[in-house]
């Protein structure tokens, strides 16, 4: 396999046993890719159907069990498999490229983190199919429905949740060796493109939460089979115990999503803004601090769960804290784009709905927040709402917004403008008609994940379900866009694909040739 | 930064996918099994990740005997234990701050004790009526004797608590407490590792074959101790997993503890056949390094545990 990598055209055994064996960055990151996108039309699967189910007040499609299910998994699915793998497939393509080295610093783990992702999810998956159903009590799992009540199946959601942290931490390990210790000479720290420092970042905090994700996944394993009383107050535990355990996991886990989102959207700007990004230094600060910032203000997630009146004060504060680094970032991507020569290619136009759409979210979080006017928002469509705008305006809308950037690099080929500027408006307001009136029905007191709603939230809901099957139709769009990119786009050699794009991924042919950078490039 | 040589990047290898195969029925097997059936699923994953483990490992070092790993590269292998390490410190993390939450918060909580604030300790009137409402009878206190079922529904409880707990028996008994003795062995344990890394360094193989082999045995005492304090547990001090919060902490914690100094001692006992196999020199010595590393941290682990598990009270 040394003269490059098989295709097709050296028979099906040579070409599986190169996706299967193989220890190439890109072809991982190619793997991961496409991983994903399977994925988010699976987790997307799911959603349709709750959207379709709420389209009118009453049962119509499903019986509420399976809707439980539905919410469960779909959560699980998206965070989990859908946009965690989309940006570590984001990272093993063009980490490398980007600091001049000539692959993933260990190249044959970086094989098994991804291929143990196929088997959590098969498990995962599975459990839909598995007496009792699959799991039914949330993605945030909190006992004791997820211990007591749950189904049988909750054990191999368990497991699965196991596997795939272990892929997560090897995955993290691999990034951050590489890019401490194989940028080429001349790139130090303070040059990295913010995507790599994102990312840099982000690996951290993967390292730090993943295990304390096992931790709590393991407690309720040992309080389930075993006879253990973490969850359980008879025996001396408590209930809020799994609260404050998941939520130490799951705040940073919300800017592993959302950081990498950062870093690429801090590479299309300048690009489409023919300007260096504004700010770079406090960019880097701005990240660090966010995510020093994400380990101290879990129980934002809990004001309503009794905490004693400092708690809720610490945490809120702490909360609004991170307002401030979030907003130097968007005001930096604002300023990068002032007196730029802008152009609006469809990266350039899904980074700033990025911006726009992002910081809409950020506001909306900072209004919840405010611990005395979360006893109102808490656990409504307010917070579905919410975490739609941060979580798929940002972290897809940023990743939609990679994929057609680097696309060229990737095969070689462009994308064709217009196909991709009609996906972008389609998915713009296919998203905005999905979850703007998500506010107003949260802000009218509907409860999230229930099956059935009262009359009164009738209209929003049908108007939401309209736009989330646009939006739905527009990541087939995408997936049409990719797939004719790549069959028929037209070739493209040119090594910088767009003219203000700056680093070294743009010094490498296009396509990316399948070794790059065997001895490292000089970096000033 | 500088590469002297270039980064040597593998062929493809068929050992991830057997790698992760092994995972995948390991997970699913082990589901089944506490459901059930899949035991058998369970062992065959176990076996499929020991086999693969073993020739990954065998691998690595045969590709660095054969000179083929630069110093980039070893660096590479450097910053991928210290970052592991860190990531089962966090695991560790949960655990010890589920232990802190427990015992601090919920314990006072449930006896309806806890206080409106750090300056005035007069109870809140929830955590009173939580305690004569839910768990009438029951004490705020640690070790709890007694569980929270326990006091409110005497005999009918679930939750039984345990007959005497392992905390520090006083100073007269202090000589048979095994928990001393287990620190004792441990710490020694790290000092002669440390004896041993040294002779390496020296060039004293003697020294580091000794060394290093009186630290897999201390390894081994310790584990054999662990195992005898469960049985005395189990048998004559009715703490077991399900006798309430005392229980499932002291043998979550200890028990992840124990897990991982087997996982030490194996790691040690590797290089212990490699060193007598005439591996590692004062240059090129990061296996041994690793699990010396790893060594270290399961004994810093047990410092706290001790401490926080038993001494403290």
Known sequence: MAHGPATLADGWRAYISRWVFTTNHKDIGTLYLWFSFAMFLLGGAFAMIIRAELFQPGMQLIRPEFFNQMTTMHGLVMVFGAIMPAFVGLANWMIPLMIGAPDMALPRMNNLSFWILPFAFAILTSTLFMEGGGPNFGWTFYAPLSTTYAPDSVNFFIFAIHIMGASSIMGSINIIATVMNMRAPGMTYMKMPLFVWTWVITAFLLVAVMPVLAGAVTMMLMDI???????DAAGGGDPVLFQHVFWFFGHPEVYIIILPAFGVVSQIIPT????????????????????FLSFVVWAHHMFTVGMPIAGELYFMYATMLIAVPTGVKVFNWITTMYKGSLTFETPMLFSIAFVILFTFGGFTGLMLSIAAADMQYHDTYFVVAHFHYVMVAGAVFSGTAAIYYWLPKWCGKMYNETMGQVQFWVAFIGFNIAFMPQHFLGLAGMPRRYADYGLQFADWNMVSSIGAFIYG???????????????????????????????????????????TFSTPPEFK | MSTESSY???????????????????????????????????????????????????????????GMANDQLKHSYVLGMLWFIFSEVMFFAAFFGALFYLRVIVNSWLGGDAAIGIFDDTPTDAAVANNELLWPGYEAEWPPLVTPDEAANGANATFIGPDEAMSFPGWAKLLSWLPLWNTVILVTSSVTVHIAHTGLKNNNRKQFVRWLGLTVLLGLIFLVLQAEEYIHAYQHMGLTLDSGIYGTTFFMLTGFHGAHVTLGTVMLMVSWFRSLKGHFNHEDQFGFEAASWYWHFVDVVWILLFFVVYVFD
Do not use: C
């Open chain 1, 225 to 231: 089979n075993f006879g253990t009383s973490f969850f």
């Open chain 1, 473 to 515: 139709g527009a990541q087939l769009m995408l997936l049409y866009n990719v797939i004719m990119t790549i069959k028929f786009g037209k070739p493209t050699t040119e090594e910088k694909t767009w003219e203000g794009a700056e680093g070294l991924e743009w010094t490498v042919p296009s396509p990316a040739p399948y070794h």
């Open chain 1, 272 to 291: 489409f803004s023919r300007k260096p990004l504004f700010g770079y230094s406090s960019m880097v600060y701005a990240t660090a601090a966010i995510a």
């Open chain 2, 8 to 66: 040597y990047v593998p062929e493809q290898s068929k050992l991830p996918i057997v790698a992760a195969t092994g995972m995948g029925l390991m997970a699913y097997g082990a589901a089944s099994w506490v459901i059930g059936d899949g035991n058998i699923v369970f062992t065959a994953g176990l076996v499929v990740m020991a086999l693969v483990m073993f020739k990954w490992w065998s691998t690595v070092i045969d590709e660095n005997m054969r």
